[in-house]
């Protein structure tokens, strides 16, 4: 009762930003001061990979309503970049309005690009992605093509051999480029006969700004359906976090820095339900952006789950749904090979592993906060580069029974 109370505080705030989040990615909005963060070329590219992100994130969600989503999207923007520089004009407008790049005007863009995955890949933030396009053996590929990507982004598209070696090639160079940690990339070799096909991969490891002086207690969690699983938490009471409600959306939110300007956001909706639609739908990189500007430090008791957990996922099918399926009939893939070629797979696989782990929790002399935030129902989350905007990760935990990497 004493954290309702409390929240209730933020309730006027946070009207504010649910209004704006309305009027859409291409409009202004009336009040500059909100989305300030994205502001330079870097940032307005991250804020236009978020949306992307979150537009893929959507059509992935609902497919099936109550399961656990986990996607890093900057990977998926990464090879999708990689694929339009063997495009035909047309083709890159098509894949670059997907992408959400057509906003941005930048003459530079994949140099803004690769600027953007060094800043979001620095050691201390604990993002590593891997990102790559394959090519069928048949084909007869352009060797510029191979040039400009390697040259662009330190990654040669490679071309496939055909039988069993592709499968371990490929698992090794993602393991590779994600320091191990993503393994068994593919369980089966890409089906026979397509052209292209494109790997990302990505796993994270953050580490809390303050680590959590209690972690693996079984704690209770509720599911959909009326049900509790019993699953390890994390617990620390006195945490400093940023937190607010959102009365349209029904939903608290806590945002949890973690080290080198990481942040993550939890969006815990009031009724225990798998169905997040509602607060999916208002996703867009410039509400959150906003949303972050009104949310107010409070310390409480935290209890979260432990996160770490893998989702393999097959993307291609769904960027139909990004008004790609034109382009998926007729790919225009012409600075790649001569021959008629089509995208087959989508293939992303991300690993994350959030943990108890980071600096020592400071111990207090206050007595413990009574404004309790636990985690325990289902939630949608949210992990972010707070210099510059950029979408790491975004994900939906509904069952954290059995999370497995
Ligand atoms: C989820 O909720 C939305 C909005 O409340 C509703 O329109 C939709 O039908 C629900 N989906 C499922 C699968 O129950």
């Known amino acids: 009762m004493k954290s309702l109370t409390f929240l209730l505080v933020f309730v006027p705030l946070l009207s504010v930003c649910r209004s704006q989040s309305e009027t859409g990615v291409d409009e202004e909005l009336g009040d500059e001061e909100h989305v300030e963060l994205f502001t330079t070329a870097t940032t307005k590219l991250a804020a236009a990979t978020s ?140 089906p026979r006969n397509t052209g292209v096909n494109t790997v990302s991969a990505a796993h994270f490891k953050g580490k809390w700004e303050n680590g959590f002086s209690q972690s693996n207690s079984l704690e209770s969690f509720q599911i959909d359906g009326g049900t509790t699983v019993r699953v390890p938490m994390m617990h620390q009471d006195n945490y400093p976090v940023k937190m607010g409600v959102d009365s349209d959306l029904s939903c608290t939110i806590a945002q949890i820095q973690m080290q080198d300007s990481v942040s993550i956001f939890v969006f815990l909706p009031n009724d225990v339900s798998a169905n997040l639609t509602t607060l999916e739908e ?83 002399t206050s007595p413990p906060s009574h404004l309790a935030l636990r985690v325990d129902k289902p939630f949608l989350f949210l992990v972010r580069d707070e210099s510059s905007g950029a979408l790491l990760l975004v994900g939906r935990m509904v069952n954290p029974k059995n999370l497995r990497i």
Not at 57 to 73: F, G, I, K, M, W
Not at 109 to 131: E, F, Q, V, Y
Not at 295 to 304: D, F, K, Q, T, W
């Open 282 to 364: 208002s996703l867009t990189a410039e509400f959150v952006q906003d949303l972050s500007m009104t949310l107010l430090p409070a310390e409480v008791s935290l209890m979260l789950p432990v996160l770490s957990f893998s989702s393999t996922n097959e993307l291609q099918p769904l960027l139909a749904d990004l008004g790609l399926s034109d382009w998926l009939t007729s790919p225009g893939l012409e600075k790649i090979t001569a021959q008629p070629v089509k995208l087959g797979t989508v293939n992303h696989k991300v690993v994350m592993e959030m943990v108890a782990e980071g600096n020592r929790y400071a111990s207090s």
């Open 51 to 190: 949306d992307f992100g979150y537009n893929l994130y959507r059509a992935l969600a609902s497919q099936d309503a109550s399961s656990n989503v986990l996607l890093a999207p900057l990977s998926v923007s990464t090879v999708l970049t990689q694929l339009s520089m063997g495009a035909s004009e047309t083709a890159e407008r098509q894949l670059y309005r997907a992408l959400r790049y057509h906003t941005l005007q930048d003459p530079q863009l994949h140099n803004t690009l690769r600027d953007l995955l060094t800043s979001t890949g620095t050691t201390g933030k604990g993002l590593s992605t891997a990102a790559r396009v394959y090519l069928s053996r048949r084909l007869r590929v352009k060797p510029e093509f191979l040039r400009l990507v390697e040259q662009q982004f330190g990654t040669a598209p490679k071309q496939l051999m055909g039988g069993a070696k592709d499968l371990k090639d490929i698992n090794d160079w993602v393991s590779q480029g994600t320091g191990g940690k993503v393994q068994r990339f593919l369980t089966k070799p890409f």
